[in-house]
């Protein structure tokens, strides 16, 4: 019943509990002194970002965005992404750090890059879960990942298909779900 219903993981959540830890740490460092605030893209990085902002052992704030990208296969740009819901905080002068789900386009991080650059903040950077470099249709600088994975589409631990899957406590590829 169960392996019916969740798949079998690609990532599991022992491998994923040991990248944060990690990352938490590096981010600590590259952070230290500085004013950090971490904003998670919502739906997608829920799960990812509640565990990560836990790993990092410094002083930081939080605050939260959701976008959505219409997918437009007519447009060589491959649609637009919106801004369905913005943070509340005034950025100018932070260290802001985005926190993704997985980067496939990289439309998503390129929209919210040049957002939140009008808004002056003193740094910014992103992370993310999951990296699809394979699908890359655009070049993005992305600061930090915990995983590559390859052209598989992937739910799970935040990530959905259809708005369902989110609750999976670890990533699974949408096959190996779908075929049991
Ligand atoms: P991008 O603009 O194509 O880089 O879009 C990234 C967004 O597409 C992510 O934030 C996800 O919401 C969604 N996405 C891309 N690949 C997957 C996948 O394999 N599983 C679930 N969502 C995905
Ligand atoms: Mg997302």
Known sequence: MEKKLFGKPIITQESMRRRI???????ARDYQGKDLMMI???KGAFAFFSDLVRAVPIPLE???LVVSRQRDKRRKDGGTVKIISDIASEIKGRDVLIVEDIVDSGYTVTFLREEILKRNPNSLKFC???NKPERRKIQVEIDYICFEIPDRYVVGYGLDYKN?????PYIAA???ITAE
């Open 174 to 176: 949408l096959d190996n």
């Open 40 to 42: 998670g893209v919502l």
């Open 128 to 130: 993310t879960l999951l």
């Open 62 to 64: 939080v605050d939260f």
């Open 21 to 27: 830890k990690s990352l938490g740490i590096k981010i």
């Open 164 to 168: 369902k899957y989110r609750n999976l």
